[in-house]
């Protein structure tokens, strides 16, 4: 309640631009004095000062406080969860861009990926994570990396399941073990299923994880729910002045979103082993006036991919070129020129030089 009354008097002092408490009255004061205390620590200027300060200083000082630390709320909030439930989709609703690719198949995002949530009052930087695996490749490894890291840094984790996970196979609550930061279940794809279904799964997860914030059934892709989530996430943000720069969505340079464009039509257009053995690296980028010219190199493990890869008279390869350059133009909103060249890197996979020169680090 106290600090409910908080914002709303940080919000009506923003409405007014000076933030003075001499001029509120003694009531207000009360009420904000304890908050602050309480709650609201995180703000620089309460960081260093922390609790009983005498009335006239703590009156001075927040006179003199910066009001971006005071009033903007800012935090990571990191999504993690198996393959395939919607991570990547979830993030995209959240943001309204399609940063990350998605596909049918497990294992399409192998990078942690921010999507930045700019208002005005608020930044969420999100991270679409890796679904969770047991590591095969030293590729799995890098990725298992980018998901702790993402641990790590959250101010609030999603995790997310879909309507159809067991709890006795999930892998993901051992990682979280030791974590702090509130943890939002959400139980995704509930489109596929009905009420009494949906009704049973939220019972269940109650009783076995107690320690959750909060469990929130949604339909990413349907963008159903999608708004509690937010809403949800945006009340535990930490005070904080924005992290990144309010124009920005993303933390990857425009490069990133070509290789993984063309990787998703590898991944749509393949079966089989083909888009696991698959990697795209852009060797060239350049912006001419209304155009934008791109040579990616895709690398393959064995020459029978190479073949497969391009297809009878080279069929294949045009059709992910064709497919990969229309979502290239839409996302860049620019005419683009694409070339695609087919190398064969053997077990690039396992390979760590391999992988640090693709992108992929810290095993
Ligand atoms: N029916 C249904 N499918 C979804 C929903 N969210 C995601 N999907 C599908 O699930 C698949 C995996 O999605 P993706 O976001 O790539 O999952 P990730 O591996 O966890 O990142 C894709 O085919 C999505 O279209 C949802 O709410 N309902
Ligand atoms: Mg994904």
């Known amino acids: 309640m106290i600090i409910r009354g908080l914002s709303a008097l940080l919000r009506s002092g923003r409405r007014t631009r000076t933030f003075d408490l001499r001029v509120m009255s003694p009531t207000s004061y009360q009420l904000l004095y304890p908050a602050l205390l309480l709650g609201y620590k995180d703000a620089g200027f309460f960081r260093e000062k922390q609790v009983s300060l005498p009335k006239n200083i703590f009156m001075a000082e927040m006179a003199d406080a910066p009001q971006a630390a005071l009033l903007h709320k800012a935090g990571f909030v ?32 192998r990078h942690r990926i921010m999507g930045i949530l700019n208002g005005e009052d608020f930044q969420i930087v999100y991270s679409d994570t890796p679904g969770i695996i ?31 996970e ?60 999608v708004d509690t989530v937010l809403q949800q996430i945006k009340d535990c943000l930490p005070e904080h002045p924005p992290f990144f720069s309010k124009d920005e969505v993303t933390d990857k340079p425009a490069r990133f979103f070509a290789s993984e464009i063309i990787r998703e039509k590898i991944f749509l257009n393949y079966k089989q082993e083909i888009p696991y053995s698959s990697e795209v690296v852009i060797t060239a980028f350049k912006e001419v006036k209304d155009i934008i010219r791109i040579s990616a190199e895709i690398m393959v493990e064995r020459v029978s991919q190479k073949g497969i890869l391009i297809g009878k008279g080279g069929a294949s390869l045009k059709k992910v070129g064709i497919e990969a350059r229309q979502d290239l133009e839409a996302f860049f909103g620019k005419q683009v020129f ?7 890197e053997e077990r690039w996979r396992n390979e760590p030089k391999k992988l640090k020169r693709f992108g992929y680090s810290g095993g």
């Open 166 to 225: 067991k709890h006795d196979e999930s892998p993901v609550q051992a990682l979280l073990q030791n974590v702090r930061v509130p943890v939002f279940l959400l139980i995704n794809k509930i489109d596929l299923s009905n009420q009494a279904e949906v009704e049973a799964k939220v019972a269940h997860w109650e009783a076995q994880l107690p320690f959750l914030k909060a469990i929130i059934p949604l339909s990413a892709r349907e963008n159903f729910n």
């Open 78 to 109: 990191s999504i993690i969860g198996k393959p395939n439930v919607g991570k990547s989709t979830l993030m995209n609703q959240m943001v309204g861009e399609r940063l990350s690719i998605i596909t049918p198949k497990a294992q399409t995002t």
């Open 338 to 344: 694409l070339e695609q060249f087919v190398k064969v």
């Open 134 to 164: 047991e590591p095969k490749y030293a590729l799995h490894q890098s990725m298992m990396h980018f998901v702790r890291m993402a641990l790590e840094d959250a101010d609030v984790l999603i995790w997310l399941t879909d309507i159809h």
